[in-house]
């Protein structure tokens, strides 16, 4: 009996920070919209309009400015909080099409549909009933093996016969060359632009010829993910869904500030927000932390001002989630390592020597346990109430290391003070 080829779909969100923004905002739906990343720097989501306006994918905004102006394009800044929640609407929903779900990123995920007789039929319906639900558009691409499903919704993204659906395993032979002959191997997945140019100088420009490349050379020059990925071409399913996301062994929590600051009550403030970020990235894996980094830096681009750069690590004797205990440790690392005079533009903390909460072996010594009762009360709270409803006294109080987002949308779906109004 010959086996059925595998069936993976990947359903990713139409230019998604953009869709997010229309949900709310429905007179953008035909205009020019851009968003922008951390610090409001550069063009990080854009709609067709803007696309086609000439706004290339991750232009700084200093250098569109007039473009801006001459098209009217709605610039808006990140707003993460909106795009994790509509994301989790949308993984939410696509996960009643199967039972084996892969969240690849905030707007993408795998499905494995192998098996269904209905396949045509459910990638219809997810994609609208996705889109009635959420307001967010999504395209859904289908293929035998991850790299053809990212594929295939790449056809579904740009031929509008498509119709926002499109599946490679429904082809001819012939109709998939034809299909693959006209994509440039740098759509392939993980093949980046560097890549892209090293397959060019092998003759190697299209998606078909990659795939009927040959394997033993291209593994020797490339080596074995490149096998990987033509085997996958090939329709051969070698990179299985990952249902699970694997506990992180690392977790990094920093960011850069809105402006530099000088004193280090500005810098303690920041790094125990992030440091309560990261315990409870921690918690929410079920982990614990051995080590922790904290580490400030000024402004390496400003070569005029001095420059200072540094970093401490520190064991924890008891490996720990627990926030209070994590700030402790790390506002007394930074007082070690923070000098006046100079201004301070980025600070982190890198939580690492990781492992499972419930598998740890306690200290005999220890006579005071842990207490995790009161992060799981204050976890529990802000999730019902909103992020930021119950905090340490010391988390992001100040308000002068704060991100640039100046043209920040609502917290529509999640701030009781921000919800729509109607009027
Ligand atoms: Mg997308």
């Not at 970020?277 to 580490?295: C, E, P, T, W, Y």
């Not at 001095?306 to 930074?334: D, R």
């Amino acid at each position: 009996m010959q086996e059925q080829p595998r069936s993976i779909g990947l359903i990713d969100c139409n230019n998604f920070y953009v869709s997010c923004e229309r949900v709310f905002r429905p007179d953008l739906l035909t205009r020019p919209v851009i968003i922008l990343s951390n610090n409001d720097g550069c063009a990080v989501s854009r709609s067709n309009e803007a696309k086609a306006i000439g706004v290339k994918m991750g232009v700084p905004v200093f250098k569109i400015r007039d473009l801006v102006k001459d098209h009217g394009i709605e610039v808006f800044s990140s707003n993460y909080v909106l795009y994790a929640d509509m994301s989790n609407r949308v993984m939410s929903i696509l996960s009643e099409y199967s039972p084996i779900q892969e969240i690849y990123s905030i707007d993408e995920s795998f499905l494995d549909l192998t098996g269904f007789s209905d396949i045509r039929e459910r990638a219809r319906a997810m994609y609208e009933r996705v889109v009635r639900d959420t307001g967010i558009p999504v395209c859904v691409g289908i293929g035998p093996s991850k790299t053809l499903a990212k594929l295939s919704n790449f056809v579904a993204k740009r031929h509008p016969k498509s119709n926002g659906v499109f599946n490679i395993n429904l082809l001819s032979p012939g109709q998939v060359n034809s299909v693959l002959t006209n994509i440039p191997t740098e759509e392939v997945w993980g093949v980046g632009r560097k890549l892209t140019a090293s397959l060019s100088e092998f003759g190697i420009d299209t998606v078909l010829q990659l795939r009927d490349a040959d394997i033993a050379s291209m593994r020797k020059k490339f080596g074995v993910v490149m096998e990987k990925t033509i085997r996958e071409l090939r329709g051969e399913a070698c990179i299985e869904l990952e249902e699970m996301a694997s506990a992180k062994k690392q977790i990094i929590n920093s960011r850069s500030f809105g402006k530099s600051v000088g004193t280090i009550e500005d810098v303690q403030d920041a790094l125990a927000h992030f440091v309560s970020n990261a315990a409870k990235k921690l918690r929410d894996q079920h982990s614990i932390a051995g080590m922790m980094q904290v580490f400030i830096q000024t402004d390496r681009f400003r070569t005029e001002r001095p420059q200072y750069c540094p970093s401490v690590t520190i064991p924890l004797v008891m490996p720990t989630a627990n926030s209070m205990t994590l700030q402790k440790w790390a506002l007394a690392g930074l007082e070690s390592i923070f000098r006046p005079g100079y201004l301070y533009k980025k600070a982190g903390v890198i939580l690492s020597e990781i492992c499972d909460a419930s598998t740890y072996q306690g200290d005999l010594f220890a006579s005071v346990p842990e207490d995790t009762e009161i992060m799981k009360v204050l976890d529990k709270m802000n999730a019902r109430y909103g992020k930021g409803t119950i905090k340490l006294s010391q988390d992001g109080s100040r308000q002068s290391w704060k991100m640039r987002q100046e043209k920040k949308s609502p917290e529509y779906t999640t701030n009781w003070d921000e919800i729509p109004v109607c009027v």
